[in-house]
């Protein structure tokens, strides 16, 4: 079949189709002449009940058909809501125990025993090692020995000054005095240096992995064993700026450690710095969580969140949301009539639209019929019955979240 021939079917397909559209459409004439075709002949083929002019008001959307000049618009409707937006932080923290301490010796010298093994836990005082120590025992035993010595001696020459056999001046008690205050210094301080010669645990808590054994050769710098009270883990992590003079010491927050999200541990703001880093412009905050099972361990990655107080807001069904020259708005049911109401978006969700606008919860929002629609005009609902009308039941509130902020677990230069 030629070009010709096909297009001469498809025009002819396209008549009748039309024609039987406005012979067997009430409204047919009614919707021609709103899109501003419209002649005598249309009028002629239309039936009797045909509307003869158009219907009036501006709008979009869909739904039930619209009714003719005068009559009532048949709509159908959604109760707003109320939902609060939330300001919540969620950022990336590094964990750390409460206390953490590397153990090191107070003086150089050969490991004589290790008295301690990875993962035990200890208390304060402690011992954990010792070093060699016969040179000192030594030191305080002769220590002792001079002690005891200038003490007797003092003890003589205050027996002589009191006895008028001999002649002992006080000066040469004094003497004595201040040798037996000599003798005690050094014996203390032989005996100093004889308990550094143990390694004692300066907090309570649980050995790492031991590095040295006995024999070792160790110095003030090297690391004995390092033992961590993680009770309490302290989670490090950074906020925007404009968070700073929202957080406060004792605040609560909830973290969940990256390699086991699905327990959540309650926890609270432990510590806050004292300025914004001016490179990242972040604040650094410190969150301790509590860790009774011992299940958390120093250096895990926390996801840290909090909440902060949000706003109240109206919600209106997505299909409700108009828009115009002058921006969105929304139809309002008043009493029986349309009100058109402007209306701000706040937040956007699947189910519902948050917006700032003069409207209740309970009220009548149209989301269906919408077209032709005008201030004023009268509209009967179609999903609720008459003694349904101004009894539309309130919405349970939602609570929804917006403003998210996630940051990364870093910390800020000369942090």
Avoid: C
Wanted: aromatic share 4%.
């Amino acid at each position: 079949m030629s070009a010709f021939k096909q297009s001469v079917s498809a025009l002819v397909i396209l008549g009748v189709a039309g024609f039987a559209w406005i012979k067997l459409d009430p409204n047919a004439v009614a919707t021609l002449a709103s899109y501003n075709i419209d002649h005598p002949m249309l009028t002629a083929l239309a039936p009797s009940n045909a509307s003869e002019t158009p219907q009036e008001g501006a709008g979009s959307g869909g739904g039930p058909a619209a009714a003719g000049p005068g009559e009532a618009r048949m709509v159908v409707v959604a109760p707003a809501g109320t939902a609060e937006v939330n300001d919540r932080l969620t950022a990336i923290g590094d964990g750390e125990a409460v206390n953490s301490v590397n153990v090191t010796p107070y003086v150089t010298g050969n490991l004589d025993e290790v008295l301690v093994q990875s993962g035990q836990r200890v208390e304060a005082g402690d011992v954990l090692a010792r070093l060699a120590s016969e040179e000192q025992t030594i030191a305080v035993e002769r220590a002792r020995l001079d002690l005891e010595n200038m003490e007797n001696t003092l003890q003589r020459r205050q027996t002589l000054r009191d006895s008028s056999a001999a002649a002992i001046s006080n000066v040469e008690v004094t003497e004595a005095e201040l040798a037996v205050q000599t003798a005690q210094l050094e014996l203390r301080e032989a005996e100093l240096n004889l308990s550094r010669r143990a390694i004692t645990a300066p907090i309570s808590g649980v050995i790492g992995i031991v590095s040295v054994n006995p024999g070792d050769y160790v110095t003030t710098d090297a690391e004995i064993v390092r033992i961590d009270d993680r009770s309490e883990l302290l989670v490090d992590f950074w906020v925007p700026e404009r968070f700073a003079s929202m957080i406060e010491v004792g605040q609560p927050v909830s973290a969940r450690a990256i390699s086991n999200a699905d327990r959540q541990y309650d926890g609270e703001i432990y510590a806050v710095d004292n300025r914004i880093d001016p490179e990242s412009r972040t604040l650094w905050v410190r969150a301790a969580i509590p860790n009774e099972d011992d299940r958390l361990r120093a250096g895990m990655a926390f996801s840290v969140a909090m909440t902060f107080d949000g706003d109240t807001y109206p919600t209106v069904d997505p299909l409700s949301v108009q828009w115009s020259a002058d921006g969105s708005f929304v139809w309002r049911i008043d009493g029986d009539r349309s009100e058109r109401v402007p209306v701000r978006i706040v937040q956007r969700n699947s189910d519902s639209i948050l917006v700032d606008a003069d409207i209740e919860a309970g009220d009548r929002i149209i989301t269906e019929g919408l077209m032709q629609l005008r201030d004023g005009a009268t509209v009967m609902v179609a999903n609720e019955s008459e003694d349904q009308v101004g009894q539309i039941p309130m919405p349970v509130a939602e609570n929804l979240v917006t403003r998210t902020d996630t940051l990364p677990a870093r910390r800020p230069s000369g942090s």
